[in-house]
């Protein structure tokens, strides 16, 4: 079965730095995009950046630039999503996603994880 | 890069056809082939259901359609069920998009409810 899981919820302080993983299992992991959403619970969706786990060809929105890192461990199927210094707004639900196409440009997003509830509070 | 327009709730009968349209510029929805649209059931992930305007991927049934016309992306849900109720975002890659930057949107998303 093709899927995605996803670390479990967390609770970080503002400031604190945070990794949180998405894990792929049942398809060649390396050839096909990874792509991250932010929703803030009650509201929408947002497209923060995806990766390519085979290169390491990595895309932000501009919004999301500079405020975290996408990266991936090909050896053990994982990419990650990460913050140096949380802020109180980025309390929110985090998704990984798949790639519709194998090894085509970025498109449409098959495959998604349980998504990752972060709480950032003081 | 601003969240592409949906209107906030649709709602039908069982049975009936209803329509979400998902309006934006010539430099997303209107210069694109890669709009999809997802649905979102409360406290779980979205699921796609079209992508590239019209296409189904498998095992998504044949009731979702999706269409474009000029700068507005539509998706039509026939034979309405009770498990249609859900949220449903349209997404699309915007003129922004270079090798360095992620230009996709997704909509404001709309809440469809099945009287």
């Known amino acids: 079965e093709v899927q995605l899981v996803q670390s479990g919820a967390e609770v970080k302080k503002p400031g604190e730095s945070l990794k949180i993983s998405c894990k792929g299992s049942?398809?060649?992991?390396?050839?096909?995009?990874i792509g991250w959403v932010r929703q803030v619970p009650e509201k929408g969706l947002e497209w923060m950046g995806v990766?390519?786990?085979?290169?390491?060809?990595?895309r932000y929105r501009p919004a999301f630039q500079g405020q975290v890192t996408l990266s991936a461990d090909k050896s053990i199927n994982t990419a990650y999503l990460h913050w140096s210094s949380l802020k109180a707004s980025d309390t929110a639900i985090y998704y990984c996603?798949?790639?519709?196409?194998?090894?085509?440009?970025?498109?449409?997003?098959?495959?998604w994880g349980q998504g990752t509830m972060v709480t950032v509070s003081s | 890069q601003s969240a592409l327009t949906q209107s906030a709730s649709v709602s039908g009968s069982p049975g009936q056809s209803i329509t979400i349209s998902c309006t934006g510029t010539?430099?997303?929805?209107?210069?694109?082939?890669?709009v999809s649209w997802y649905q979102q059931h409360p406290g779980k992930a979205p699921k796609l259901l079209i992508y590239?305007?019209?296409y189904r991927p498998s095992g998504v049934s044949n009731r979702f359609s999706g269409s474009k016309s000029g700068n507005t992306a539509s998706l039509t849900i026939s034979g309405l069920q009770a498990e249609d109720e859900a949220v449903y975002y349209c997404?699309?890659?915007?003129?922004?998009?270079?090798?360095?930057?992620?230009?996709?949107?997704f909509g404001t998303g709309t809440k469809v409810t099945v009287l």
């Open positions: 049942g398809y060649n992991f390396a050839n096909f995009w």
């Open positions: 997404s699309s890659s915007t003129a922004t998009s270079t090798t360095n930057t992620l230009g996709y949107v």
């Open positions: 590239e305007v019209d």
């Open positions: 996603a798949r790639s519709l196409e194998e090894a085509e440009d970025v498109d449409a997003f098959d495959i």
């Open positions: 010539s430099s997303d929805v209107g210069g694109s082939n890669l």
């Open positions: 990766l390519y786990p085979g290169d390491f060809d990595t």
